[in-house]
């Protein structure tokens, strides 16, 4: 090889040394200024201590962005009345409650006189249990600890209860499901050797079409926009704002803020098709984020709403960029004190039915 070769090489080797420098440069630089100069001007309120937490450790992820049915399309804004000043609930429900209920829920409960084991009416129901649209659960109550839980291998019950949920997102359950579901219950209950006693499921149906009703009237994502004025925002910056603001990457290319519970309170993603990719970021240069608040699956949605308000003001300071919404218009204060509001009158309408935001519950009715 000659000594020119040799010399091109080198200068190679160089130049690539210092683009990688570079971009190291410019992420930590960015990471230093929004860790510096753009702190919350909120307490973070939704990140407690253990002490002041009401709720069990080891709560399960909502991982996933929920499907959008129907009822989604067609939200309708809530007009709860009632003065504003009303103190907003903020109780939070415990994680080991059973997660079967009447109120959301059809259940047929399942006797035995002599105490069998889990797994005979779990394999029993496998086949005459399968297909339905809604979630199928199968609960046994353990004496010894005197509580329901999911049926279990290796454990013997008396008392049983298997359950069809009543509403998702996707709408109610329908009535030739809840039909289908008891004799599939009875079928499985006798193949087991045991008696199941089938509610009314005119009821149920009854009452899945009025929750329905309710839930599509509580369901609100809040959906913003951060747009640029005139030069795209760098990967790097827009990382670091993030995780400056207590964002994670995730695997799915979406930015999460979660709790100590592990449950999603806001999210952001790239406006454009491409999901964010950790190591795709340190070139990339984007046009707008989109900042997303799930109303009830979030866990205080009011508290976790000032939080997501700070962010996106902070996000807009420092990309030098606009707030529009779905439809490109500006979002203005006022529209954002209204949205604060809205969201209120959804916390207080959700846990006078008993059902919080973010808790086991809501995470089932809104997925």
Known sequence: MSDLQFGLLAIGAVVVIAVLAFNKW?????????????????????MGTAENSAVARGAPAATAEPPRGARIEERIEPTFDGPETRTVPTERATWAQPLLAESTDFIVTVEASEDIEGEALIYAAAAPLAGFSKPVRLEGFNAAEANWEPLRPGVRYTL?????????????VSDGDLAAFGAGVQQAAAAAGVLATVPDHGEAMAHATELDNFCGKVDILIAMNVVTVATPFPGTKVRALAEANGLVLEEDGRFRRRDDEGRVLYELANMDPT???????????????????????TPDPVRAFEQFRDLVRQLAQALEASVVDEKRSPVSPAALDQIASQIQAVQRAMAARSILPGTPTALRLFS
């Open 26 to 46: 410019q992420e930590v630089r960015f990471r230093r200024e929004a860790e510096g100069s753009l702190k919350s001007r909120h307490d973070d309120v939704l």
């Open 160 to 172: 049983m209860r298997a359950a069809l949920q009543l509403v998702d997102r996707r709408g109610p």
């Open 275 to 297: 999901p964010f990719r950790a190591e795709a970021m340190r070139s990339m240069s984007v046009s707008g984020l989109t900042l997303e608040l799930d109303v009830p699956r």
